[in-house]
């Protein structure tokens, strides 16, 4: 439960963000909820004055609407249960019978109609001392039972031959009536369950109904006067009014999974294990509100979603926080730090990175700590945590700053201001997922990848060695990918290799080692000299792949065998480039000579050629450029 305690902890740190709408930059709108509030699409608006008398209405592109509700409302499905203030025609519309032509029946659970019920509810709530004017002056006009004729005489609504709605548009109303009205194209499927939404205008309180705090206020008092018995909460330990009832719609506006739920009444009832759903845990309804309503504010924000997992990362006291599936670009970019296009060492860069990460520590309070927190449901009803962990601010930096060390290799694959950048660091899990699986990788892949390097990030668990192979087979075999699939791919699977080998004590660098004994080492660096001797003899223009390139697969497997292929296809571009091609053939006999005898065999090689390749063209390509630029000067 120390997750919900936390949750519950950011929404009384963040009380000050209750009711806020804030617009992203994609203009979706997100708010911290009231307690016993929440959120659904409206599609029609009525706006009535302060006596109670009908002013206008219009429809509405399915706009999202913060609205009042209780335990019963908030999670009914087949039971109807009214919301508290705004909800459809069938319950709001006391002439819904009348221009609906439906017999409405009896709820299950009362001996009332649905309007009936919603009428008497809104009733006690404007006739209670809580009650402000806007509840009152929407109680008098929806008394009047008149709704539905307002929005007709308004053109909202429009009425066939029989004087009922019409609840599917057809083309044969466009005679009569001219072009499609808005309200059939809001996305309900039939008229008479579009939602009403009610506004009030006044001069002295011109905040909207739905965004109005006292309005917030008003209901919480009223409601909290209604809630049940009182019991231990779990979380808090305090005894509160309890609830069994827990919020849904976590990820967005559809989502019907829940974290908590305890239906389990019949059959195998709690798996034998219990007699009700309390002898289990008991959470107070005060509690669970905030800590759902601060989750839903938290995912709607700043969290990351694939395939509908969530990877939320947050500190309660709203500071700003790292995310560890970001790579060093990121927290560059993220801190307002300067990026060069072209480094001078890793090791520059890194330190970079580093400071990056250091600045988060000034932006956090000494108090405050961090939340990483993965959600994802296996079915339409149930929700799970997946991960959690609450870290102190030091030791989720430290942590961060270990993984961009030992995780790090140079990446060319990222642009700033639109130009390509060269960095020195880990790459994103996504990217990660990219290089192992491909870049077709279904979501499903993807986010499981992400989730299983989530412990390797933040609790310093080594890296799953089947997601390392994966990376290494697909870098060994470019010919399947275009060049820059397969640079980018290259590159990242480096860095894990580089990860993984210190996980074993073993430490490599970017950098050149031409002390390296290392078999598979030296086969990658003799691959890297023939790639880059032919690919001068080619020209630049030429795009081709080198032999080197194309038997980079078969290489791997069998590397005696194939370099004696690679090594007699050479020779035509050796003789091309005459004694430009002097250095690298001296170059591959240095290397040849580093190699013992015994080692020169057809052995598969292992990941640590791949560093090889890379170092070395690494190497070839900046001496080559350092002597273009004496030439030119």
Not at 75 to 82: D, F, H, K, L, Q
Not at 291 to 310: F, G, M, P, T, Y
Not at 325 to 332: K, L, R
Request: hydrophobic share 35%; with cysteine; net charge neutral.
């Amino acid at each position: 439960m120390s997750w919900l305690l936390h949750l519950y902890e950011t929404y009384e740190a963040n009380l000050d963000q209750v009711g806020k709408v804030v617009k992203k930059q994609d203009d979706r709108e997100y708010t911290l909820l009231p307690i016993s509030h929440t959120t659904q699409t409206a599609h029609i608006e009525v706006t009535v004055d302060e006596d109670g008398d009908f002013l206008d209405a219009r429809a509405l592109d399915k706009e999202n609407t913060v609205i009042p509700c209780t335990e019963e409302s908030a999670n009914r499905t087949s039971n109807t249960v009214p919301y508290p203030l705004h909800d459809t025609l069938l319950y709001v519309a006391g002439d819904f019978v009348k221009y609906s032509g439906k017999v409405v029946k009896k709820t299950k659970n009362s001996q009332e109609k649905p309007f009936d019920m919603y009428i008497r509810n809104l009733a006690d709530w404007a006739n209670s001392p809580h009650a402000t004017p806007k509840v009152k002056a929407i109680y008098a006009y929806l008394s009047k039972g008149r709704l539905i004729e307002d929005l007709v005489n308004a053109g909202v609504i429009l009425l066939d031959d029989n004087g009922h709605m019409i609840e599917k548009w057809d083309k044969k109303y466009e005679e009569r009536y001219g072009e499609k009205p808005p309200i059939f194209s809001c996305g309900v499927s039939e008229i008479y369950k579009s939602f009403v939404r009610f506004n009030v205008f006044m001069p002295d309180s011109p905040e909207d109904v739905w965004k109005d705090p006292d309005m917030y206020n008003s209901f919480i008092a009223y409601y909290h006067e209604k809630l049940g018995d009182q019991d231990v909460c779990y979380v808090t330990g305090k005894r509160l009014p309890s609830t069994e009832r827990h919020a849904d719609k976590i990820r967005h506006a559809g989502d019907k999974a829940k974290l908590i739920s305890a239906n389990d009444t019949s059959g195998f009832t709690f798996r034998g294990r219990f007699l009700t759903s309390k002898e289990a845990v008991s959470i107070s309804y005060d509690v669970s509100q905030k800590a759902h309503n601060a989750l839903k504010w938290l995912i709607q924000r700043q969290a990351k979603s694939i395939h509908n997992r969530i990877f939320l990362v947050w500190s309660k006291d709203d500071s700003p926080v790292p995310h560890p599936n970001d790579d060093a670009v990121d927290y560059m970019m993220q801190t307002g730090r300067e990026i060069e296009r072209e480094p001078e060492t890793g090791q520059l860069f890194a330190a970079e990175v580093s400071k990056a990460i250091d600045g988060y520590r000034h932006d956090l309070t000494y108090q405050s700590d961090v939340n990483i927190l993965i959600l994802d449901s296996a079915t339409t009803g149930r929700m799970a945590v997946l991960y959690y962990r609450h870290l102190d601010k030091d030791l989720y930096l430290n942590r961060l700053k270990q993984w961009h060390t030992s995780c790090a290799w140079e990446h060319k694959y990222r642009k700033y201001n639109n130009q390509w950048v060269t960095f020195y660091g880990a790459p994103a899990t996504k990217d990660i997922a990219f290089a192992a699986y491909g870049p077709r990788a279904s979501d499903k892949v993807v986010k499981g990848l992400v989730e299983r390097l989530m412990p390797c990030i933040v609790d310093l668990r080594s890296l799953p060695i089947d997601i390392v192979r994966s990376a290494f087979y697909r870098a060994s075999n470019p010919v399947s990918m275009e060049v820059w699939e397969w640079e980018k791919t290259l590159s990242i699977t480096c860095a894990l290799i580089r990860k993984s080998l210190l996980d074993k004590k073993e430490e490599w660098h970017v950098a050149l080692d031409t002390e390296s004994r290392d078999r598979s080492y030296l086969f990658g660096r003799l691959l890297a000299v023939a790639d880059v001797l032919e690919r001068r003899a080619l020209g630049k223009e030429e795009t081709r792949a080198t032999n080197a390139i194309r038997y980079m697969n078969s290489f791997a497997q069998s590397p005696s065998r194939t370099w004696k292929t690679i090594q007699a296809s050479l020779q035509p571009y050796q003789a091309k480039l005459g004694t430009k091609a002097a250095y690298l053939s001296r170059l591959i006999d240095e290397i040849a000579d580093q190699m013992d005898i015994q080692d020169f065999n057809n052995k598969p090689l292992d990941e640590k050629y791949l560093l090889g390749f890379y170092s070395q063209r690494r190497e070839l390509y900046k001496k080559n450029n350092e002597q273009e630029e004496e030439t030119n000067e």
